[in-house]
Structures are given as structure tokens and as C-alpha cells.
């Protein structure tokens, strides 16, 4: 797309109801969300410090230890490999529930993985746009490709999850959980309240990816990324091109939400 479609929307609200009409027409439910910052400087004016867009079944891909995963990336757009903690929900949220604490969040998860969200949009300048066209283009998100689950995660202090970031064997980012502003748990808490505002509660099952722990990297189709998670293993995927929806492969394995 070689600019956005029409007039940027003016607030948040205006850009989460184009959002609500994209999937709409998508036709699928989401099978979770993707959390994103707002850059501090945007934080007042825009009332938010957080971002959220859905994660469709389509692209949901279960990481194999030792395979590399192919992920599709819109040629002359925006793509990037985004090393992250994923809450998973033991049981549906309140309907009417719009605050919580990071603590009471934690209570509704039954499952901590490591994962990397793969952002993309056919908009090459929808990072420089900023949030309010992130949030009217799916969260700037187009994937998740879901790992290892974290045991003992309840206990495990956030400084001890840890991620390292390599594009074709360049290290490009180190990090842990500890590095996300207000931490992991803060990001599900919100989107908790976020997504009950909207009348979409979160659903036992759902995945909450909780922000980028070594950075957004940017990748081009042909490039490949290894996000080492340490005692919870690697994940390896590579950048191909995006294929007519419906017509791209849709062979590879998604997790089973039942």
C-alpha cells in the first residue's frame, strides 16, 4: 500500500472502531491478542499507553524444536520478529469486568509461553504513522508463533525470563521480562479491561502476547530469526512472502484450543 487508505483516524476510539470492522469482515474470531507501547511522548495526548489488535487462527503456528517455521511477510510492507511471554487464559473474563490489577490478571492465566509475535502490514509506514493507524491495522500484527510453555512461572521472577534476538546469526537484541514497562502481568491486566471495554471479553483458551521484550526487528522475506529463550529453548522461523488469503498454505499445525 503505498500510503494509509483515507484520513488517519483522530482519536484511539475512532481507530479500535476501524478495527472492529476489520474483523468483522474477516470472518474468524481471534484466538488471542497482541499488546504493543505507545511511545511515552504520545502517551497524553492519546489517554492509552498501550496498543491491541487480534491474532487469527490462520496465523497461529506452533514452534517445533529444532524446525524452522516459514511465516508469511507482505513484500514492500512492514514485517518484524518480536521475541515475547504469552499468558494463556484458564477461564472466560467478566463480561462487565473493565479494571483490574496485574495480580488479580495473573489469577484468570493458567499458562506462560515464550512466543514471538510476527508484526506485518502491507503499510511499509504504518510504525512511522503511529499508534493511531496501528490500531486501525489489526495492532500492526499479522502472527503468532507460539513456544515452549514456562513451568513454574508463578514463581519465576521476571528478570529470569530472558530472550536473545538474532537475524540471519546477528544478534540484534538481548532482554527479559523484566524490561517491559510495568512488567508482563500489567500488559494482560490491561488488555483484560481493553478488550471488555470494547463488549469483546477474553475467553479461556485466548493468548495475550505482552510486548517486545528485545525490540521490534524489522525482517525481509528471506531472512531467517532465532529468538533463544535460554532453559525454555529457541524458536527459529523464516520470512516468506505473503499469498492471496485463502490461497497461502495453510498446512502447518495450529494449536488446538479445545
Given amino acids: 500500500m503505498p500510503g494509509f487508505p483515507g484520513a488517519i483516524p483522530p482519536a484511539l476510539a475512532a481507530a479500535y472502531a476501524v478495527q472492529e470492522q476489520a474483523i468483522e469482515q474477516w470472518g474468524e474470531p481471534p484466538v488471542g491478542w497482541k499488546v504493543g507501547r505507545i511511545a511515552p511522548e504520545l502517551q497524553g495526548q492519546l489517554g492509552e499507553a498501550r496498543v491491541s489488535g487480534p491474532v487469527f487462527a490462520r496465523n497461529l503456528w506452533i514452534a517445533k524444536p529444532g524446525q524452522t517455521l516459514d511465516f508469511p511477510v507482505f513484500v514492500g510492507g512492514f514485517a518484524a520478529v518480536e521475541g515475547e511471554f504469552i499468558y494463556r487464559l484458564g477461564a472466560d473474563a467478566p463480561a462487565t469486568r473493565t479494571r483490574w490489577t496485574a495480580e488479580e490478571a495473573l ?28 490500531a486501525s491495522d489489526f495492532g500492526n500484527n499479522w502472527g503468532l508463533i507460539l513456544g515452549q510453555a514456562v513451568d513454574g512461572w ?12 538474532f537475524i540471519d546469526n546477528a544478534l540484534v537484541g538481548t532482554g527479559s521480562a523484566a524490561d517491559l514497562p510495568d512488567g508482563p502481568a500489567e500488559a494482560l491486566a490491561w488488555l483484560l479491561g481493553h478488550c471488555a471495554a470494547r463488549g469483546r471479553p477474553l475467553k479461556a483458551g485466548d493468548l495475550v502476547t505482552t510486548g517486545a521484550v528485545t525490540g521490534v526487528h524489522d525482517i525481509v522475506a528471506g531472512q531467517t530469526a532465532r529468538i533463544d529463550f535460554g532453559t525454555f529453548g529457541e524458536i527459529l522461523c523464516r520470512a516468506k512472502p505473503a499469498g492471496p488469503i485463502g490461497e497461502e498454505d495453510t498446512t502447518h499445525e495450529q494449536r488446538d484450543r479445545g
Fill in 154 to 165: 508463578r514463581d519465576r521472577a521476571f528478570d529470569t525470563l530472558t530472550c536473545r534476538t
Fill in 107 to 134: 489469577d484468570l492465566a493458567d499458562a506462560l509461553f515464550v512466543g514471538v509475535e510476527t508484526a506485518g502490514s502491507p503499510l511499509a509506514t504504518i510504525n512511522q504513522l503511529g499508534p493511531l493507524v496501528v
